[in-house]
């Protein structure tokens, strides 16, 4: 039987422990803001097959800074503190997106 994500990641987190997976999630970060760097600076230098591999390299980052953030999840473990605070930082954009709208208009 295939195991879940989910039960990969929680094998991943008794494996490593917590304390390293932190520490990953931050290594992974770090490589996504330098990702994110090289995009940006290839977006203006026209070259196309440096932008290229630029933006394979952020989506890579992104899904292992996603896959870090659900390994967060599983060492906190208050799903109910992540909701909170996800639905008032939702809330707070959707905010502030309606006011830049009507300062637009």
Same mark, same amino acid.
């Given at each position: ?12 987190? $008794?494996?490593?422990?917590?304390d390293e997976q932190m520490r990953m999630a ?13 995009? +940006? ?10 932008? @290229? $591999? ?12 996603? %896959?870090?953030?659900?390994?967060? +999840? %599983? %060492?906190?473990? @208050? ?17 502030r997106l309606s006011k830049l709208e009507d300062?637009?208009?």
């Amino acid at each position: 039987m295939a195991k879940t994500d989910y039960q990969v990641l929680q094998k991943a987190v $008794r494996t490593y422990g917590p304390d390293e997976q932190m520490r990953m999630a931050q290594e992974e970060c770090a490589e996504l803001i330098v990702a994110l760097s090289k995009y +940006h600076r290839f977006e203006t230098s026209g070259d196309k097959r440096k932008l @290229n $591999r630029a933006a394979e390299s952020v989506i890579e980052e992104v899904v292992d800074v996603e %896959i870090m953030c659900r390994q967060m +999840h %599983i %060492i906190l473990g @208050n799903e109910d503190a992540f909701k909170t605070v996800r639905d008032f930082k939702l809330k707070r954009l959707g905010e502030r997106l309606s006011k830049l709208e009507d300062k637009r208009k």
